[in-house]
């Protein structure tokens, strides 16, 4: 039996982490667009809108299970014009996620509404991981340069 109590300590977390996230691709997507990088100013954008659903999702969840949301504080966030610093960031951020979510996919099994919401999520995060794997390893293949061209 799942433990109702963790579920609705742990979407909080993402309630308060993610959402700190999601303003950070925000951020970065202006920043990406204003320096002319309109492909990952596109990416980010869509990805912090994509990042607030999740969030309005686990809120519901919480409220669905009778636990109480809270607006948490939040420490200050990394921001950067540079686009490699910002991927090798982002990419961390992920594969940490990742191992945060996990657990409490696994824990969530018996309640099929929370699984579902959770397991969905991670599948978007590892999702995430694999494009940032993917667009530095193209960054090692072709130059920096040439891949920053490609953003434009």
Known sequence: MADKD???K???IIV???SQQADGHAIESRLFG????TKLQEKYAEHAEEERGYVIKCID???DLGGEVKLEAKKEGFITKDPVAWLKYDLQ???DGLEFLKPIVEEARDDYSTFDMLKEYYQDEEEDMYWGEQQLELIE????QNWILRQM
Request: some cysteine; aromatic content about 0%; proline content about 0%.
């Open 6 to 8: 963790k579920l609705i």
């Open 141 to 144: 293949c072709i130059g920096v």
């Open 10 to 12: 742990a979407m909080q």
């Open 61 to 63: 969840r919480i409220l």
């Open 34 to 37: 204003a320096a002319g990088l």
């Open 93 to 95: 951020v992920s594969k």
């Open 16 to 18: 308060t982490e993610l």
